[in-house]
């Protein structure tokens, strides 16, 4: 089993930042890509996510704006958020591909994220 342990949320005005962490544990022989996502009322959606050769994708509502990175000895993905906008507000889960005894999807419990105007 691996367990995702995210942290880094809180409430910031708009044009603020945060930074979110996430740290896999557990049985791990490679971890492929990892990602966040966001969920908000009626809505879930990728922001950002990155392969284990560092190779980022971001939603286009987020780009200039959000950074995702690795840490691949810590088997952690960070996300960078600046300039955030009410709009980002949401609950942000982390996502893990891991090849262990077998290959799977892990998500994290989620952090909330809410900015004020």
């Known amino acids: 089993q691996v367990q995702l342990v995210e942290s880094g949320g809180g409430l910031v005005q708009a044009g603020g930042s945060l930074r979110l962490s996430c740290k896999a544990s557990g049985i791990i022989f490679v971890m492929n890509a990892m990602g966040w996502y966001r969920q908000s009322p009626g809505k879930q959606h990728l922001v950002a996510s990155i392969t284990n050769t560092g190779t980022a994708t971001y939603a286009d509502s987020v780009k200039g704006r959000f950074t995702i990175s690795r840490d691949n000895a810590k088997n952690t993905v960070y996300l960078q958020m600046n300039n955030l906008k009410p709009e980002d507000t949401a609950v942000y889960y982390c996502?893990?591909?891991?090849?262990?005894?077998?290959?799977?999807?892990?998500w994290g419990q989620g952090t909330q994220v809410t900015v004020s105007s």
């Open positions: 996502s893990a591909d891991v090849s262990g005894w077998e290959r799977r999807d892990y």
